[in-house]
């Protein structure tokens, strides 16, 4: 293998090669135009209301070419394989940027039509590396940018409303110097995975396989808090995560965060009220609010939002003292008719990214629980926003995502309503993945539910149709593949696409405050936190030995951190699509991955 170094300079080279003459964004007389994208037909569920209103502002996304997003990904696999001697050697913000910067070229080609259409560098909001641009125009200039025409959309079952077009185009001379732009075609609804409801209904369906956990980590789990079964406090956790007695050593280097989108506000009198009854040692403490793109933090107690204090309290509450942050970030996608104001009408993880990329410092850990089914997200957006996740994953940060709640599918209470229709035009029956969990450079966590531990239905689960299965999981989902029938399920999902959730944790009856009240809440959206929890002890003890953080979590716990994960073995499968869905088996399978934390022996394996 080439050493970084070396690396670097052979990207330099190449760049070299790129480079024109300056005298930037010349004028150039764009001549044909050509289809960028088009969809066959709109999105099942979505009926076209009626024009846009040719002055509501969008917010445009215009994704140009990265130069070497190849070298990034070979980088970030060596710094996070236990086995390679860069293990733990985390690029810098810089060096990231380097080698995602768009060639000159195609910067060049995008400043020069954004020029023709009247637009000034000031008006450009770019991202560091310089691979995004966002302008905010009315809807009037997209659609000459675009040739196209905008329209309002209704999603018919939620009345949700999207300004979308099914189509654009581009200068053909341009084509090369675009990968994407956003919002056009994409007619994502992203959801929190929290949920208070319960679901004896679909409980009882789903047709229970519980097999007792052969593990000798049973004797432990035996002196579990009855209570736990029923209801999930930070003592449970820390009793079935093993993390009880660690004490912390390295507490002012390490730091944890948590996303939060939808206007969910982490309120923080609840945490306070939490704290009293859960975690009395740290009442004093809380967390840092840090805004992006306008997300507000109101502290009203009817303001405080289920999923934003689920995630902080059950985060922040295993990790005391770890310095924390929540981020608010604003802009949700439907399409308020009333309101010409500027508006983000994209989905938001980008904005986020892009924010996050921007910092020098980012917490070493980070937990999202928020996600939809991949194919309302265009592919080449999807891509575009996984490969940012793999620029904070290469600088040493641990990206953890919930795997969803509606098992292989995308619900479970009404047969009719979740028939997993794929919108490609063929309306056929497919397996919903989730995105964000299924890009290949973050770590997906399932849900678990009981003690002993036993697999959840709605832990979503599956294979990606967008990413294929990456070298790390390989000897892993071959053995999985090993263990259900030929042509199981066959045609319903994609057998070389990228297999999820990675790990899993509890995700019912987590016990959270809410404008003063305490609620059972639950969902992978509980799980996720709690997984990143564990993660962030564990940093606690590599930083407290010099070391760097755990970084990228998947390659390590493939190769070995799976002899530290409780294996779960049986439970409920995750039923979705009209079929039951996958078991939960001995080794990883599409419903718990490799399993859930045993703290002690993680830390044992990995610091
Ligand atoms: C919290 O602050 C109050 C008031 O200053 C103090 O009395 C109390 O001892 C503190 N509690 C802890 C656990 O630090
Ligand atoms: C998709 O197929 C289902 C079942 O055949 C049908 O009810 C539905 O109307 C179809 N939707 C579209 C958009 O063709
Ligand atoms: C799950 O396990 C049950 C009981 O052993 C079995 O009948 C079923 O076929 C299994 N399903 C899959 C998808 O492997």
Redesign the pocket.
Known sequence: MLPFRKLLTLVLLVSQAWAIPSGAAERYDFKEYKVKEALLRPPVGWTLVGEAPPDHTISLRVGLPQSNFEALEQHLFEVSDPDHSRYGQHLSKEEVEELVAPPPESLKMVNAWLKAHGFKEIELDRSPAKDWVSIKVPVKIAEQMLRTKYHIWKHEESGDKLVRTTSYSLPEELHDHIEVIQPTTMFSRFNAMKSTIHWPEAEKKASITYKPPTTASNARLAAVDPSCSSEITISCLHQLYNTGGYVQKATEKNSIGITGYLEQFANFADLKLFYEEQV??A??STFEVVTVSGGLNPQAPEEAGFEANLDVQFAFGLTHPVPGTYWTTGGRPPFKPDLTTPENTNEPYADWVDFVLKQKTVPYVISTSYGEPEQTVPEAYARRVCNSFAQLSARGVSLIFASGDGGVGDGWDDPERHRCRTNDGRNITRFLPTFPTTCPYVTSVGGTTGVPEISVFFSGGGFSDYWPRPAYQDRHIKEWFKTIPTDLYKDLYNPAGRGFPDVAAQGTNFRVYVGGVAFPIGGTSASSPAFAAVVALLNDARLAKGRRPLGFLNPVLYAKGYAGLNDITGGHPNPGCGTSGFNSTVGWDPITGLGTPDFVKLKEILT
Do not use: G
Request: charged content about 25%; aromatic content about 0%; cysteine-free.
């Open positions: 009395p040692e009442v004093n």
